[in-house]
């Protein structure tokens, strides 16, 4: 509780962010906690060093997790990782308050983690497979009949081109409201979208620039489906209470034929009908709903967009977008690569470059 509560000050001065502290007391309480109960520590007293030295084998085996328990087949390395992190700050500050002994500090391993981290684990769509990704959205839209149906359809297509065209990852797009969006004019006719995505997301709060287009495409959309549905409600029951003209507060991925209110669309459902698009290709690749942000950053990229712009852009180091998209630096460079033999009057000569 002392900790936290240090970890709260932090907060109040601005030192961290809350949903750090969401953090730290969620592993603290879920996993830290009941781990030692397991190992029958009750206070501070009976840590010893080798105390914790199981902690990542443990939970590598455990069956549940989480508040609700959720089935699992154990946590992964990473989670661990990052417990094994806090724990490791949290003796320091015991130890820095002088309530233990650094002579009993436990040793805790880290696993190692044989995880790839690369785009492959999302792949973005490369120029050919993402045209013929467009042309399916198109059709799957175009072959609908039903207004309401069609709705939908044309909802997935916005949400496809709002996701590419901003490089956001799912959970931002959720919490965006029209407050949090506009769109600028400039000089040279173009529309620019602003979108602030919240501070309650994963890297915290920053100021996205996208296609100024698509954004609005959203925004109206988003009124055509709060009128069909009232008209829908109206054609069952003239005195039928009707949904509210949109405000600034309303969350700009609403479903305005959700019968439990204007809630977001669920990753599982846009899933379902995006993987439906997908099975109409035969493409090499398994796509993903976060491929759209690695295309986003991929097509970036590929036109030469300066790695700095592009990660302030969407929320990501220089160094990670560097890492994860190694890859792309031969396509990026590929006019200086590949060899080929350039005749002269004299001889054959090994050349670097292209004819």
Request: with cysteine; glycine share 6%.
């Amino acid at each position: 509780a002392q900790f936290l509560e240090h970890k709260k000050e932090l907060v109040d001065i601005g030192n961290i962010k809350p949903r750090s502290l969401n953090t730290y007391e969620q592993r603290l309480y879920q996993r830290v906690i009941p781990f030692a109960r397991l190992k029958n520590i009750q206070n501070i007293g009976d840590i010893k060093k080798d105390s914790f030295e199981d902690y990542g084998i443990h939970y590598r085996k455990v069956t549940q997790k989480g508040k609700w328990k959720t089935a699992t087949s154990g946590l992964s390395v990473s989670t661990i990782n990052s417990d094994v992190s806090t724990l490791n700050e949290f003796f320091s500050w015991m130890v820095k308050k002088e309530l233990l002994d650094p002579r009993k500090v436990p040793d805790i391993p880290k696993l190692p983690d044989r995880k790839v981290y690369s785009e492959e684990a999302n792949p973005a769509f490369m120029p050919d497979d993402w045209e013929l990704f467009k042309d399916a959205l198109k059709d799957y839209v175009a072959q609908s009949s039903d207004e309401i149906q069609r709705w939908h359809r044309q909802w997935l297509l916005n949400w496809v081109f709002f996701q590419y065209h901003g490089g956001f990852r799912c959970h931002e797009t959720r919490k965006v409201t029209i407050g949090d969006i506009s769109v600028r004019k400039m000089s040279d006719g173009s529309l620019k979208g602003i979108v602030e995505v919240s501070p309650n997301t994963k890297t915290g709060k920053r100021t996205t620039i996208m296609n100024g287009h698509w954004l609005n495409s959203f925004k109206y959309h988003l009124n055509k489906g709060i009128k069909l549905r009232n008209e829908e409600l109206k054609s069952k029951d003239p005195d039928a209470i009707l949904l509210p003209k949109v405000s600034k507060d309303t969350l700009l991925m609403s479903n305005p034929f959700n019968k439990n209110g204007m809630k977001p669309i669920t990753d599982e459902s846009i899933r379902g009908k995006f993987n439906l698009v997908l099975s109409t290709l035969d493409l090499d690749r398994k796509y993903t709903l976060h491929s759209l942000r690695s295309t986003h950053i991929t097509h970036a990229l590929l036109k030469k967009m300066r790695i700095r712009v592009i990660a302030d852009n969407v929320g990501n180091s220089e160094a990670e977008i560097e890492r994860t998209y190694y890859r792309l630096n031969n396509l990026l460079n590929i006019e200086e690569l590949g060899f080929h033999r350039k005749k002269s009057s004299q001889d054959d000569t090994l050349m670097l470059g292209d004819n």
